[in-house]
């Protein structure tokens, strides 16, 4: 049992992690990755909201009817968002500013309809707890390794730390600028996705 | 009605859900292997997005906005809910009038409907709406009237449809190309939208 739940909190994380292999959450992903401080504050939510509604469905499942769980999912996952957002609009202004809709955008994260619907209907409440821990680390991860070369090579800082000494910039090395706009983003999950794929031969396509 | 066609053109290009804003990538992606079934979703999707998107503009208005319901009342708290509560019983009131008047669309809708209640680019065109309500009305991107959240809806579902056909259409003829094993498939197609969306960011500069 305990070998079982270990599995079940860390498979997600890089083996089967749902941004790379399963290819969900993606939009939210992509857009908060400019910066290290949003993308992890982004990670963190995720995961908080995950664990939750795991845990919530997971015990409401019995009592669901299965024609309406969609519904009642949705629902479920949108009290815990605002839930989220609220506490940041209080404790974290700036940053959820940043954030703006992404936030908001949780609530149609596909990590979360996914691990919903494919672990937490199914399964008990402390499982689920752990299966949605470990969701929703995987999804950090990505983000805070994205967001890692975004911020460093597109300006140079680390958190707003300056990390490129100013000697480099005197010397004539530039930020690339290409680096913080959307395409590049993109881009790098798709290395991100080559990398994991080279490791894990099983999962490349035909 | 020069805002409405500004909006609208802006909407397309500027700021397209999936190249500036990455909305709805999951169903974007997983969606794009041929051209016609991308070209359904797409369909569906400006679709829901002109039902849904006026009737939260006027929920946003008219009942969650400050002092609309009560005087000194702010409901916005309550948008994230009642936003995807609109959606989700939207589409399934949508499913249920295709399947009863035009079984032809349904057949080829039906599969896609479903999986457009958790499509990012329907609840990210309501939440930038409520973020464009508040800005203010000499703006580009402002959301002033009715007619401007039309405007809104239909620019960013057709923007939204034009970049799943594009894609659709560059993935058919990738299938013939020797790409290396471990970037076949997902990867290969991330990067492809990378560089399209690069070549989207050349509208970026249109002043309208």
Redesign the interface.
Known sequence: MANKNKEIFGQPVWVNNPVVVQILGICSALAVTAQLKPAIVMGLSVTVIVALANVVVSLLRKTIPNRIRIIVQLVVVAALVTIVSEVLKAFAYDVSVQLSVYIGLIITNCILMGRLEAFAMQNGPKESLLDGIGNGLGYAAILIIVAFVRELLGSGTLFGFQVIPQWCYEHGYLNNGMMLMSPMALILVGCIIWVHRAQFKDLQEK | MEHFFSLFIRSIFVDNMI????????SY??VSKNVKTALGLGVAVIFVQLITLPVNYLLQTKVLGPNCLVEGVDLS?????LF??VI??IVQLVEMVVEKFSPSLYASLGIFL?LI????A???GS??MQ?RVEMDPASTQAIACFGDSIAFALGSGIGWMLAIVCLAAIREKLEYSDV????????????T???M??AF?CFSGLAL
Not at chain 2, 19 to 26: E, I, R, T, V
């Open positions: 190249f500036a804003f990455f909305l709805g990538m999951c992606l997983a708290f309550l948008s994230f809910i995807i509560a989700a019983g479903p209640a958790v499509n990012c329907i609840m990210g939440l930038f973020q290396p094993g471990p970037l076949k498939g997902v990867g290969i197609t991330f990067i939208v990378g560089l969306s690069m960011m």
